[in-house]
T-cell receptor, first 113, second 114 residues
Framework: GAGVSQSPSNKVTEKGKDVELRCDPISGHTALYWYRQSLGQGLEFLIY????????KSGLPSDRFSAERTGGSVSTLTIQRTQQEDSAVYLCASSPDKGQPQHFGDGTRLSIL | QKEVEQDPGPLSVPEGAIVSLNCTYSNSAFQYFMWYRQYSRKGPELLMYTYSSGNKEDGRFTAQVDKSSKYISLFIRDSQPSDSATYLCAMSAYSGAGSYQLTFGKGTKLSVIP
């Protein structure tokens, strides 16, 4: 079956621009997570959505980062006024419910010039 | 002290060898333990998932959890060149916000030489 789909696969943009990253989770999965993977830091949690509950935003590094999940399915991660330190791979994962194994997409490789 | 410690390697072994990968952790609230495999330019792929101390076997892979020592291991038997990848341990605990976000080790890069 279809796995987690992320787009774009690569994004190059200039410092100061806004970017939007999209995640389409596995059908029927109620839990959706965003992580960031960078060389020095490894994989870090950003934000979590579960059904219609308020998201857990505790991992967002600054107020330039935001995310939404429309209709309990597709999610968009937005980074405003991008900085060079935002360069990383942004990974989305979904699971059937909270506490269940998470399945990852292949990520969006973001490069800020 | 990092919550999850994992030796980054690199680890190089001959084909057919038994591979042992390990992580230690400090947070006793961790309840769920996972191993992921990540190939270059791909997302992490779930290999093993367990929530209790003891061993869990799946084909050539065995996951071991020792909660008393806060230590988890992944063993790969009869290693193959296709096992060459980065292996990430991950664990989760219930947080006050209702989330089970994963805390990852930094990953161990494994090369299996034909």
């Amino acid at each position: 079956g279809a796995g987690v789909s992320q787009s774009p696969s690569n994004k190059v943009t200039e410092k100061g621009k806004d970017v939007e990253l999209r995640c389409d989770p596995i059908s029927g999965h109620t839990a959706l997570y965003w992580y960031r993977q960078s060389l020095g830091q490894g994989l870090e949690f950003l934000i979590y959505f579960q059904g219609n509950s308020a998201p857990d935003k505790s991992g967002l590094p600054s107020d330039r980062f935001s995310a939404e999940r429309t209709g309990g399915s597709v999610s968009t991660l937005t980074i405003q006024r991008t900085q060079q330190e935002d360069s990383a791979v942004y990974l989305c994962a979904s699971s059937p419910d909270k506490g269940q194994p998470q399945h990852f997409g292949d990520g969006t490789r973001l490069s800020i010039l | 002290q990092k919550e999850v410690e994992q030796d980054p390697g690199p680890l190089s072994v001959p084909e057919g060898a038994i591979v042992s990968l390990n992580c230690t952790y400090s947070n006793s609230a961790f309840q769920y333990f996972m191993w992921y495999r990540q190939y270059s330019r791909k997302g992490p792929e779930l290999l093993m998932y367990t929530y209790s101390s003891g061993n869990k076997e799946d084909g050539r892979f065995t996951a071991q959890v020792d909660k008393s020592s806060k230590y988890i291991s992944l063993f790969i038997r009869d290693s193959q060149p296709s096992d060459s990848a980065t292996y990430l341990c991950a664990m989760s605990a219930y947080s006050g916000a209702g989330s089970y976000q994963l805390t990852f080790g930094k990953g161990t890069k494994l090369s299996v030489i034909p």
